[in-house]
């Protein structure tokens, strides 16, 4: 399978410019696209003959804290002229800071503290500042319905002051919110190729043509994405309608009353569900019941942030009750060790796709293929299609 870049370097432009810094709560994956990165440099540089190798994109960094709770950002090297990609996961509750002789969580809110702290330390000397946030700050607050804040908004508005020329994320929960800074680069890419790449890997008996196979969109706002994955793969699409009590208030949303289905019958096919976040779980667990009473086979649950904020137990039950095959998400942000282990959780890894976005933009090649992998996506399937399943388990390098 070819990749989406037959050079990922160009030597013509000193690459060395380029640098990360991946915060606290994405150091796993700042490693894992540091690795990409540097393979692909000194291999390109060694076939180039070059004598030039590259050890590390990343730079190094730490935001401490005092027994106060107050914090502060240092970088341990040098930025002046770096073109800088600053990854943070502002999902990463698993990190804790001392307080007065107790353990915190870190909230979103302090991860994106420490981000503005990491800015404001480059002191105005690297070429260019990208901040890479997988799951945007402030993301799910994206509109104003009353007198309520903007969250995502602001953010994005005092990043654009503080410096930052483009940010990057992944399947933003509505990516209208970069209308709020125009003049500033803003990127939202979707995981649809890894993700289909995973199941089709995991579940290699899987039939995927429009007699066996559907699209369901579990909500009227998932339904871009969902259709995208309907058209690609060339199925029908059915959707949920949520008919919500907008009385009422319960956990910062209004609960569901029911879930309404339209579309075409789901008897017998198997069921491939697509939103961008799995918080609860509660919709989608109603969802798989609805499905099965209608008839349907094999459900696949697909989410780009599988978060399961009250556990994973409940999702555990349903699964050996039968209600659905599989939860496949991706590494953009926390996942518990927990839920890696369980049977029916899939993971899409997302260091190499970040590594090519990374790489395209900072030698100013054009992210259109990356934006719509329609053409890799086609060849995935014609491969599986063909019989070929064994090729899609192939070391990632190989691709």
């Given amino acids: 399978m070819k990749p989406f870049f037959e050079s990922v370097f160009n030597f013509d432009k000193e690459a060395s410019n380029m640098a990360i810094i991946a915060l606290d709560g994405a150091k796993e994956l700042g490693d894992k696209v540091d690795y990409y990165l540097t393979n692909w440099f000194n291999r390109e540089a060694k076939d180039k003959g070059l004598n030039i190798c590259k050890d590390t994109f990343l730079l190094k960094n730490v935001c401490p804290r005092f027994t106060t709770g107050d914090g502060k950002g240092l970088i341990k090297d040098t930025v002046r002229g770096k073109d800088l990609y600053i990854l943070v996961d502002v999902g990463n509750y698993s990190l804790t800071y001392n307080m007065f002789g107790t353990d915190n969580r870190m ?45 995502c908004s602001q953010m994005l508005h005092e990043l654009e002051t503080m410096g930052v020329s483009d940010v990057i994320t992944f399947d933003a929960h509505d990516p209208r ?31 995927i043509t429009k007699e066996h196979f559907m699209i369901v969109s579990p909500d009227e706002g998932a339904m871009s994405r969902n259709i995208y994955y309907a058209s690609v793969l060339g199925t029908d699409l059915g959707m949920f309608y949520k008919r919500r009590d907008y009385a009422n208030i319960v956990n910062g949303r209004n609960p569901i009353v029911a879930h309404e289905y339209i579309g075409n019958d789901v008897c017998g ?131």
């Fill in 107 to 151: 909230s979103p809110d302090d991860h994106y503290a420490d981000l503005k702290r990491i800015i404001s330390a480059v002191g105005g000397k690297a070429r260019s500042i990208t901040v890479v946030m997988p799951s945007l700050y402030g993301g799910r607050q994206h509109r104003r319905n009353a007198r309520e804040s903007l969250d």
């Fill in 177 to 207: 919110v970069q209308n709020a800074v125009p003049l500033m680069g803003f990127d939202n890419f979707l995981p649809t190729y890894q993700i289909l790449k995973a199941m089709l890997r995991a579940y290699p008996d899987v039939d």
């Fill in 269 to 399: 096919k198997d069921i491939f569900v697509a939103d961008d976040i799995i918080a609860t779980g509660d919709s989608m667990l109603k969802l798989c019941n609805e499905l099965k009473e209608r008839g349907c086979g094999k459900i696949f649950l697909t989410a780009t942030y599988a978060l399961f904020t009250e556990g994973v137990d409940k999702f555990e039950k349903a699964y050996q009750d039968g209600l659905f095959t599989a939860v496949l998400s991706t590494n953009l942000t926390y996942t518990t060790p927990e839920l890696k282990s369980k049977p029916w959780f899939v993971q899409a890894d997302m260091s190499k796709f970040m590594a090519y976005i990374i790489s395209a933009a900072d030698q100013n090649k054009s992210l259109s293929s990356l934006l719509d992998p329609h053409d890799k996506i086609h060849e995935l399937i014609e491969r599986f299609n063909a019989g070929k399943p064994e090729q899609l388990k192939l070391d990632i390098e190989e691709e």
